[in-house]
């Protein structure tokens, strides 16, 4: 929803905006709010702050989850590092197994603010909902006196993100984790700007990195020590980023990338996720990755918010957001041919033969473009 469609208000609230426009702001770089719960609370007939003691928390979790359910707490975890090749990071967990850190990790993306969309603890693969980072609205104006009195959610970016979170055993013993981030942007559709289109932006590795550091944390690990494998890892990507275009190439049909089998699994893994396919099982002794093409989340995230004006949506008829629902996608394999000098990454249907589908060249690309 686009921040002028509250200049109506104006009027109403001219002779207050002085009061709301004391300084002070104390925000945090990100402070999501999921689709859900802002449609939940645009759907109240009652502006929810009024009448809700917590004012607004984003983060109240509800009573069955949690990483304490069941009366069992994580120990702190001391032996957890970053690991990073080329703009990919992922976090290594020893001595942890992934019955442990699963709920854990729920737990920790919704007190993030964000909705758990789906999870399939058997494949370790959680995604979350599309969510908004209201960090980025400036907080002050009409806007600040909206939050005191509970109508802060008129207020919009246009701008979602969603995560797609995937846990892995190590040989090690302990997991692998992987925060995948997607996002989309609305922008106008025609040159009379009467209505807008979500878009697809590039993934954002750096929020990748921040979240990692933020579980680090959750988990225990001292903020210091988090904070400087952040910088550490960049610092090596920055020494051997002019070497990059050694450690990828673009094929005619494939994309070859150099280096041991063993890391680079993670590696095509995290960048299948960033570009579409989603990861659901990976078959060591064929070396083959079963995958699925992620639905249109542009499309998707459409039917989630309701086009009613807000004003219709408390004080009319009450309408809900329609379900965000689309047809399951047919699986593909991404096949792994063993080189001398790395892997060469084909991709193919079902049925093992090559995939001859009109966006083969875009997803060969986009694995290049992730992998080099």
């Known amino acids: 929803m686009k921040t002028n469609k509250t200049k109506w208000l104006a009027p109403f609230v001219a002779a207050t905006l002085l009061a709301a426009c004391a300084s002070g702001n104390n925000k945090q770089a990100t402070d999501y709010e999921s689709e859900q719960r802002k449609a939940a609370l645009n759907a109240l007939e009652i502006p929810p702050d009024l009448r809700d003691p917590n004012q607004g928390n984003l983060?109240?979790?509800?009573?069955?989850?949690?990483?304490g359910q069941g009366g069992s707490v994580l120990t702190k975890v001391d032996n957890a590092r970053i690991e990073r090749a080329g703009n990919q990071r992922w976090l290594v967990i020893d001595n942890k197994k992934a019955a442990e850190i699963w709920p854990v990790l729920r737990t920790f993306w919704q007190e993030s603010g964000f909705t758990i969309h789906s999870e399939e603890a058997k494949i370790g693969v959680m995604e979350t909902d599309w969510a908004e980072n209201r960090a980025k609205l400036a907080h002050q104006g009409l806007r600040k006196l909206f939050d005191k009195v509970g109508l802060g959610s008129v207020y919009s970016t246009s701008e979602r993100d969603k995560f797609l979170i995937r846990m892995e055993r190590n040989k090690q013993g302990g997991v692998d984790v992987f925060f995948s981030h997607k996002g989309l942007k609305e922008v106008y559709d025609g040159k009379n700007k009467d209505r807008t289109v979500w878009q697809?932006?590039?993934?954002?590795?750096?929020?990748?990195?921040?979240?990692?550091a933020r579980f680090m944390q959750y988990i225990g690990v001292d903020e210091q020590r988090a904070q400087q494998q952040i910088r550490q890892n960049q610092a090596a990507a920055n020494q051997t980023g002019q070497q990059a275009?050694?450690?990828?190439?673009?094929?005619?049909?494939?994309?070859?990338?150099?280096?041991?089998?063993?890391r680079n699994v993670n590696r095509i893994a995290l960048a299948l996720d960033r570009i579409g396919l989603t990861v659901r099982e990976f078959i060591?002794?064929?070396?083959?990755?079963?995958?699925?093409?992620?639905?249109?989340?542009?499309?998707?995230?459409r039917q989630a918010e309701s086009k009613t004006g807000w004003f219709d949506k408390w004080f009319g008829k009450n309408k809900k957001a329609p379900a965000a629902t689309a047809p399951e996608a047919p699986k593909m394999l991404v096949a792994l041919e063993a080189l001398p000098d790395g892997q060469r990454i084909h991709l193919l249907d079902e049925t093992g033969k090559p995939y001859q589908g009109q966006d083969k060249s875009a997803l060969l690309q986009s694995l290049y473009r992730e992998l080099h």
Not at 59 to 67: C, H, K, S, W
Not at 285 to 298: D, H, L, W
């Open 284 to 301: 060591h002794e064929r070396g083959t990755f079963i995958v699925q093409p992620a639905p249109n989340e542009s499309d998707v995230l």
């Open 245 to 262: 275009t050694r450690f990828a190439r673009l094929e005619q049909n494939a994309v070859w990338v150099a280096g041991s089998a063993e």
């Open 200 to 212: 697809p932006r590039p993934n954002d590795p750096n929020l990748e990195a921040v979240f990692l």
């Open 59 to 67: 983060y109240a979790l509800p009573d069955e989850t949690g990483a």
